[in-house]
């Protein structure tokens, strides 16, 4: 089955540190790949997704490349912020018929603290 | 455009009773899919409805039910609610627009269920 593999943290910076979090997934057929984050007490938000294969998904400084030959989505920010202390969750998109129905898998999740 | 609505925010039942939460998703979503978080388990997936119908299900006994109204409005129902069922409820919409392989869903803050 599909299923999507991300560390659990948390993962603790320090202010304008670069961060990567690790997405690797199996899938059957041709999946979409999404980072969404999830700020204390709020549900989820989309923070960037990719469709195909090379793509490269942006947002708010964080940036995502579909690796298809390694079945990746690293998550990358080249300075965090104390804003960004949050749980990021990836997630992998699969159509499952031609009525456009799609199966959404997520990961654990993985916990972000940015100290000042 | 108004984003996803769960009502309410926060419920606290006791053992054996049964609830009932609502989502409301984005105008124009036909889609709508639920969610159960919790810190041990993650986000798993309950079922997804789509014009009125389950498209897809999750590995949840039967005691966790929904349904969706003409106006793709959801409601999921838990019965006999055991202590384990205290957790975050997520609902989700999307367009359910068939042939896209972009669907992506839309989340709602989300009701903090409490079973003591």
């Known amino acids: 089955g599909d299923s999507v593999t991300q560390m659990e943290g948390p993962v603790t910076l320090s202010e304008e540190a670069f961060l990567t979090i690790n997405c690797t997934y199996t899938a059957t057929g041709y999946p979409s790949l999404f980072w969404y984050v999830q700020y204390p007490g709020e549900g989820l938000q989309l923070l960037l997704k990719?469709?195909?294969?090379?793509d490269k998904g942006s947002n708010k400084g964080f940036e995502a490349t579909y690796r298809k030959e390694t079945t990746s989505f690293h998550l990358e920010k080249g300075s965090v912020q104390v804003s960004d202390s949050a749980v990021y969750f990836c997630a992998l998109s699969v159509k499952l018929n031609s009525g456009g129905y799609q199966k959404v898998t997520f990961g654990i999740g993985t916990k972000l603290q940015v100290i000042p | 455009k108004a984003g996803v609505t769960q009502t309410p925010r926060y419920l606290i039942k006791t053992r054996g009773q049964q609830v009932t939460l609502s989502c409301s998703p984005i105008?124009?979503?036909?889609?709508v899919s639920w969610y159960q978080q919790t810190p041990g388990q993650g986000l798993q997936f309950l079922f997804e409805y789509f014009s009125e119908t389950q498209r897809n299900k999750g590995n949840f006994p039967g005691r966790f039910s929904g349904r969706q109204f003409s106006n793709s409005r959801s409601e999921m129902n838990v019965s006999t609610l055991e202590l384990g069922d205290s957790a975050l409820y997520l609902c989700?919409?999307?367009?359910?627009?068939?042939?896209?392989?972009?669907?992506?869903?839309?989340f709602g803050p989300g009701t903090r269920l409490t079973v003591l």
């Open positions: 105008s124009g979503h036909r889609s």
């Open positions: 989700a919409s999307s367009s359910g627009q068939a042939p896209s392989l972009t669907d992506t869903q839309y």
């Open positions: 990719a469709t195909k294969a090379d």
